[in-house]
């Protein structure tokens, strides 16, 4: 196993950080951004975010469904209109 450091700084509120990665896993990150003409941190950037957006549609509040309001489309969107209330609050 190789540790790679992955360094962007064009942006101030961006993060350096160190990630542990298998050489096998490296060369298909390298690969992959040698294709689309990017670079690996790009690469990593856009399958961590995508990896997330899929977490965190898998979370849904245990208390989803409960009550009744007399209205049905609340629950039909309920999901909807949960992610647009929490939108941009850690830890959702």
Same mark, same amino acid.
């Given at each position: 196993?190789?540790?790679y450091m992955l360094a962007y700084e064009?942006? $101030?509120?961006?993060a350096r950080t160190t990630i542990l990665l298998d050489d096998d896993l490296m060369l298909e990150v390298k690969q992959l951004a040698r $294709?689309?003409?990017?670079t690996v941190t790009e690469v990593i950037r856009e399958a961590l975010k995508?990896?997330?957006a899929r977490r965190q549609r898998a979370r849904t509040p245990s208390f989803t469904?409960?009550?009744r309001s007399g209205r049905r489309s609340i629950?039909?969107?309920a999901e909807t209109i949960l992610r647009r209330k929490v939108k941009g609050r850690e830890g959702w």
């Open positions: 196993m190789s540790a064009w942006e $101030a509120n961006v $294709a689309d003409a990017t995508a990896y997330l469904g409960m009550g629950s039909k969107r």
